[in-house]
């Protein structure tokens, strides 16, 4: 029953919105409030109302899946049937009410659940709920009315940096805006009921906006809230929409006038590519958290033990502290130890002197965090993650070691990019508690987790794996043992592809400009010196020779040798003695970064040796080089089984990319032509090996073969294709050396 109506003794009608599980406001939801609440309004035994939500959350605002069929329906049907239009209506029906409404906010009130809360006359609020707009995340705006109720309650500023920003108050914060009237300090229905009953209807939509906010909008603080949206997410096209509707609710134009804005602009981005790619993000992250199979209940992780204090462990230590869960950080030196926590404790002090963390919190995360030497420190630890050098010898031993100290049911983690983790278990006398755990550099940064199931991993394990990840507040992708896993798979051509443009004679700097004008964080060379250079070195060493091998090779290495001989390993240096420390490809000084001359220099050299003469490379091929055999890779990987390094996420990712922005058909095209160019540069020049990123997956092929076929709403051309595709797929191939 989505919208659930009762009496209380008191006179008071509660209506409950009841759509588990976050109550959104889907179809049902709202038909169903639009016949129970006129009930309300018409029963003679009812005095005031309340509008709550049942369970954790108050709303969660409208249901997202629904969108996608509105995209599917066509702008003309859209405009006949615009179900958010509909969600408008149900605004206006709760504003209207003769009887005073009252929102008793239970929990979170997003989206349009907060549409619904500044439609009623007040809010009563629990102390741990909030109130916000999230909807430019999914590169949407508040589209039922949310942008012109929201000014005419709270201050421009906290409006702007609510809607545009998409970052909610609490209930205490959102009563000192304005936008809350009390904050309960008992149960919420009771409190709430009380003032409804004591307090005259008073609808938003007939305030008027307050003279200070007119006054800001006149003075371009509009202008300047743009800015700052846009400089935080530059290829988002929400933000212009919101400042309109903005512009609208702040100028003489009426609540209806300005409804009627933000209904146009809504309807604009709802059918923007942009919007299709961020809502096909949040409920494909939430669908990578479902593994099928794996339903044991996870065991409780209250300690942890990090073994390796290095930039990944100590990043992974972070990651526990801060969520309050205590941490054993052992490594095998003193110095190496001493020079982890240094850098963790000059990370919380930075954060401290930047206002970000409070004195007691920083004692707190101090508190938590026990650095040791000693094995027998880890005897009580739940979950031990090792990030130790990426050797496989050393794994094993300290596998072994971890096995000696920790109690027999405790997880074992490894947090290794590149080794077959199967091999590491097999030291174990119980290789079920094994599984991997790829984070990425800066662990406490970076969102990404790919949790790696092996043959033996047990289901408690894996599911302990995916509960640890939402503890720390990572988006995790389980992924199975092979090379690179997904990221690093995905990774490799595109760092290879870098690698060999700026051979043929792009500049390092223009690289990784044509990166960033796609939308990545940060370009493949500044990437490759924030990761260290040294992992593919060492992985390349590893080979017994590279000039025997026959597939899988990234990229041309000289230039990465000839900085790893020096210890250039990138900001990554282990010894912070070596003078190389902060040198890579780029000279770093601080958050600063230059070309190194004499890089460039070796470059010139690594050409005369191969005979290559340096030739102008465009910005649309080092785009299409370095993301289409990335794509292409992604596509074998599908032809079984995606967040991390950056990638814009109003792209989607990279198969939505794919399909969405260019087309299978050109992608397959520029594949094979630029294919035929690396396998002529491998058959005419002795210094470069083959490779194979170029090579057209096969479900890419069947992706053009089937381009025009229909989908259904919010499915993707990939999911058909993969249906069939499963059947006949030969995998990602076995564990295979760089
Ligand atoms: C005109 C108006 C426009 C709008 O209102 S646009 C929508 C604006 N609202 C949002 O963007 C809110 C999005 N949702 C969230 O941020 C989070 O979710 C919550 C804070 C509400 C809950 O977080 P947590 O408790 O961690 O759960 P979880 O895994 O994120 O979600 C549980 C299940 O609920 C589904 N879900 C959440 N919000 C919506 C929604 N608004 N429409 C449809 N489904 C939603 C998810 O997908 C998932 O589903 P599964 O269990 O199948 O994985």
């Known amino acids: 029953m989505p919208a659930?109506?009762?009496?209380?003794?008191?006179?008071?009608?509660?209506?409950?919105?009841d759509s588990p599980p976050v109550n959104s406001l889907g179809s049902d939801l709202v038909t169903s409030f639009m016949q129970e609440f006129p009930k309300l309004v018409e029963d003679p035994k009812v005095k005031a109302i309340v509008v709550t939500g049942k369970g954790a959350l108050f709303c969660g605002g409208a249901e997202i899946t629904e969108?996608?069929?509105?995209?599917?329906?066509?702008?003309?049907?859209?405009?006949?049937?615009?179900?958010?239009?509909?969600?408008?209506?149900?605004?206006d029906l709760i504003d209207a009410s003769p009887k005073t409404v009252v929102a008793a906010l239970n929990g979170p009130a997003l989206g349009g659940g907060a549409e619904v809360s500044l439609a009623c006359h007040y809010r009563v609020a629990a102390p741990k709920s909030s109130v916000g707009f999230p909807e430019v995340n999914l590169g949407l705006l508040p589209g039922a009315q949310g942008t012109q109720r929201l000014p005419r309650v709270a201050p421009l500023p906290t409006a702007m940096t609510m809607i545009l920003q998409g970052k909610p108050l609490n209930a205490e914060a959102a009563r000192k805006n304005g936008i809350v009237d009390v904050v309960a300090k008992g149960d919420v229905l009771e409190e709430a009921a009380e003032f409804a009953l004591s307090h005259p209807p008073a609808p938003i939509s007939k305030r008027e906006v307050p003279k200070t906010n007119r006054f800001m909008v006149a003075a371009g603080a509009l202008e300047s809230g743009l800015?700052?949206?846009?400089?935080?997410?530059?290829l988002m096209i929400a933000p212009r929409s919101i400042i309109k509707c903005f512009e609208a609710a702040c100028s003489k134009k009426s609540f209806r006038e300005g409804v009627q804005v933000e209904l146009e602009e809504f309807s604009k981005l709802v059918f923007s590519v942009e919007s299709a790619a961020l809502r096909?993000?949040?409920?494909?992250?939430r669908l990578a958290q479902k593994v099928p199979g794996v339903n044991e209940k996870p065991a409780?992780?209250?300690?942890?033990?990090?073994?390796?204090?290095g930039l990944m462990g100590g990043g992974i230590a972070m990651c526990f502290v801060q969520k309050g869960v205590p941490v054993v950080l052992k490594d095998a030196k003193q110095e190496w130890l001493d020079g982890g926590m240094k850098k963790i404790v000059s990370l919380w002090e930075g954060q401290l002197k930047k206002g970000r963390l409070s004195k007691e919190k920083f004692k707190q995360y101090m508190s938590l965090l026990k650095p040791t030497l000693d094995y027998g420190d880890f005897k009580d630890v739940d979950m031990v993650i090792e990030a130790v050098p990426e050797i496989m010898d050393l794994k094993k031993q300290v596998f072994l070691d971890i096995e000696k100290s920790t109690k027999p049911d405790a997880f074992i983690c490894t947090n290794t990019s590149g080794l077959n983790i199967d091999d590491i278990a097999a030291v174990l006398k119980d290789p079920s508690r094994v599984m991997g755990t790829h984070f990425f550099s800066p662990a406490n940064v970076m969102q990404l987790l790919e949790n790696i199931r092996t043959a033996k991993s047990s289901n408690r394990t894996l599911s302990t794996g995916m509960a640890m990840a939402k503890l720390i507040s990572k988006k995790v992708v389980m992924v199975g043992n092979c090379d690179g896993f997904v990221g690093n798979r995905m990774l490799a051509p595109y760092a290879g592809e870098a690698k060999m443009l700026v051979e043929e004679g792009a500049t390092i700097e223009q690289i990784d400009k044509a990166a960033q004008t796609f939308g990545?964080?940060?370009g493949p060379m500044a990437l490759g010196d924030l990761v260290g250079l040294e992992l593919f070195w060492k992985q390349r060493q590893a080979a017994n020779d590279m000039k025997k091998q026959t597939k899988t090779y990234y990229g041309p290495y000289e230039l990465t040798d000839w900085l790893c001989e020096q210890g250039r390993y990138g900001l990554k240096t282990p010894d912070p003695k070596i003078k190389a420390n902060g040198r890579g490809v780029f000279i770093h000084r601080g958050r600063e970064k230059f070309v190194d001359p004499e890089v460039v220099a070796k470059l010139e050299e690594i050409r005369k040796t191969k005979g290559v003469t340096a030739r102008p490379v465009s910005d649309e091929e080092i785009v299409e080089r370095l993301f289409f055999p990335l794509i292409n890779e992604g596509f074998k990987i599908l032809e079984v089984y995606i967040y991390g390094y950056g990638f814009p996420p109003s792209k989607g990712g990279p198969m939505f990319f794919a399909e969405n922005y260019v087309g299978f058909k050109k992608i397959l095209e520029k594949l094979k032509i630029y294919g035929a160019q690396a396998k002529e540069r491998f058959t005419k020049n002795p210094h470069y090996l083959p490779i194979d990123y170029f090579e057209p997956s096969k479900l890419l092929e069947a992706c053009v073969a089937k381009e025009g076929t229909k989908v259904f709403p919010g499915q993707t051309?990939?999911?058909v294709v993969l249906k069939d595709f499963r059947k006949q797929s030969p995998g990602p191939g076995p564990f295979s050396k760089l």
């Open 520 to 522: 990545m964080a940060m």
């Open 227 to 234: 800015n700052t949206a846009v400089k935080a997410a530059p």
């Open 717 to 719: 051309l990939i999911d």
């Open 280 to 285: 096909h993000l949040f409920l494909s992250e």
């Open 4 to 17: 659930v109506t009762s009496v209380r003794p008191d006179g008071v009608g509660v209506i409950t919105l």
């Open 67 to 91: 969108f996608a069929v509105m995209v599917a329906m066509g702008a003309e049907k859209f405009k006949e049937t615009n179900p958010v239009a509909h969600l408008s209506k149900m605004m």
């Open 300 to 309: 409780p992780l209250k300690k942890i033990g990090i073994l390796g204090a």
